[in-house]
């Protein structure tokens, strides 16, 4: 089976740094992928990781640990505009290669 | 607009009826997914073409549902005698190849079954 894991909500201040931890069980490993979604909108793609390590992309960062079944993802220079869900997602392998499976989502609000 | 559409955004329908829904992916991409979303949860997987073959279908896709893709470019959702617990989000996404390319999401239609 499938398990994805992260906090359902956090809170941080504009202008600060935010990690966002997403933890996971799944029956196969493909890919990890964080999206962004406001309320009553797609979801947008952030980042991907697929090996170890730290993935880099401006004001957004992403964490992978697959022998700790661990990612996470960092906000630096918080704005209001990041006040948004995160959402967590594994793609498996064999008969789940071709979906994205999906955490809850961490509902983050960035306060001024 | 070359992103993903869906069609319509919005759809409110008696339990009992039936309705279908419209993606059309980015014009590149032979992959493609729907998905259903409620509030406070994320997106559940529901089912994935690639061409115009359905390849994958989750245990979440009833008998009511049946989504097609004919040609392999523009893909329905149809759900038939309505429920009340089918009122969700249906998102759709699509890809260009299933390893680390990234799905981008359409804006979802929001059915309400009243």
């Known amino acids: 089976g499938q398990n994805i894991d992260q906090p359902t909500e956090m809170t941080a201040t504009e202008g600060a740094i935010v990690q966002i931890n997403c933890t996971y069980q799944?029956?196969?490993?493909?890919?990890l992928f964080w999206y962004q979604q406001h309320a009553g909108e797609a979801p947008t793609f952030l980042s991907y990781?697929?090996?170890?390590g730290l993935e880099e992309k401006g004001r957004f960062s992403s964490f992978l640990s697959r022998s700790k079944g661990y990612s996470y993802l960092l906000l630096k220079e918080l704005q209001m505009k990041d006040s948004a869900s995160y959402l967590c997602?594994?793609?498996?392998?064999?008969?789940?290669?071709?979906?994205?499976?999906f955490g809850t989502g961490t509902r983050l609000t960035v306060i001024p | 607009d070359t992103g993903v559409s869906q069609d319509p955004r919005h759809k409110i329908t008696k339990r009992g009826q039936n309705v279908t829904f419209r993606c059309d992916p980015i014009s590149e991409h032979n992959r493609l997914y729907w998905y259903r979303q409620t509030l406070g949860q994320g997106p559940e997987f529901l089912t994935y073409?690639?061409?115009?073959?359905?390849?994958?279908k989750s245990r979440l896709l009833s008998d009511r549902f049946s989504a097609e893709r004919p040609k392999g470019s523009f893909s329905t959702l149809e759900i038939q005698r309505t429920e009340q617990g089918d009122s969700a989000m249906y998102l759709c996404?699509?890809?260009?190849?299933?390893?680390?390319?990234?799905?981008?999401f359409g804006q979802g239609t929001r059915l309400t079954v009243v």
């Open positions: 996404a699509s890809s260009s190849k299933a390893g680390g390319s990234e799905a981008f």
């Open positions: 990781n697929v090996l170890d």
């Open positions: 073409f690639q061409n115009e073959a359905q390849l994958e």
């Open positions: 997602a594994v793609r498996g392998q064999g008969t789940g290669a071709n979906n994205l499976f």
């Open positions: 799944t029956s196969g490993f493909n890919g």
